[in-house]
């Protein structure tokens, strides 16, 4: 292994949530007023935490979402995961090797604690990450694209940045490796390579990413 920490994304990278997550996210917003196709979606927010949504919202529109947006939202997108979530094809795989190697691995996402949880719960991935291997951008002052939560996993880990790799599959999540010091990987499957060319390599398709880590 080339690096002494691998951090992954979650949503799109172990849990294939974003395509749910994306359609509930635009439907919502269009329901409130604000117009948002899903291709919208996930240009302006894969990846982001909530108060981006809050934000770009209010600065396109000089409205505020409702006190409660984010409860509904979740509350939604939890039922949907239920239904419909898998994890992403090759994540297991990858986890499998990196325990069985004894490689230093975790999770660092704009989603929330409890959305993580729910994610892992139902797709099985949550058997390879106790809570000592989560970190949320609950954890956190900002989200991505700001460097703090990867800089914080890696903190919390006990590895210095330039030893660590990123795994991720969003601009705003490459845009924030990059800030933080940390190689990054670009997970191309849902986003258009051209959207992720700061990162240090592209690779589509999860069954690859083992043999980049060597």
Not at 36 to 46: H, N, P
Not at 133 to 139: A, M, P, Y
């Amino acid at each position: 292994m080339r690096y002494d920490l691998v951090i992954f994304d979650n949503d799109g990278v172990l849990v294939d949530s974003e395509p749910i997550s994306n359609k509930l996210l635009a439907g919502y917003l269009t329901e409130l007023g604000h117009t948002t196709s899903y291709e919208d979606s996930l240009r302006d927010y894969m990846g982001a935490a909530m108060h981006r949504v809050h934000d770009l919202v209010e600065a396109r529109s000089g409205r505020r979402l409702p006190e409660d947006f984010d409860d509904v939202f979740h509350a939604r997108v939890f039922a949907a995961f239920e239904r419909e979530l898998e994890p992403v094809a090759g994540a297991v795989g990858v986890l499998e090797k990196l325990a069985a190697d004894g490689v230093p691995y975790c999770v660092a996402s704009s989603g929330s604690h409890e959305r993580i949880r729910v994610g892992h719960r139902k797709t099985g991935v949550g058997r390879w990450f106790d809570d000592g291997r989560i970190f949320s951008s609950q954890d956190v002052g900002r989200g991505k694209p700001a460097p703090d939560l990867f800089l914080y996993a890696a903190e919390r880990m006990g590895v210095e940045p330039a030893r660590c790799v990123v795994v991720e599959d969003s601009p705003l999540g490459v845009r924030a490796a990059v800030a933080a010091g940390m190689d990054v990987y670009g997970f191309t499957a849902m986003t258009p390579a051209e959207r992720l060319q700061e990162a240090t390599q592209l690779f589509a398709d999860m069954g690859e990413l083992l043999d980049l880590l060597v």
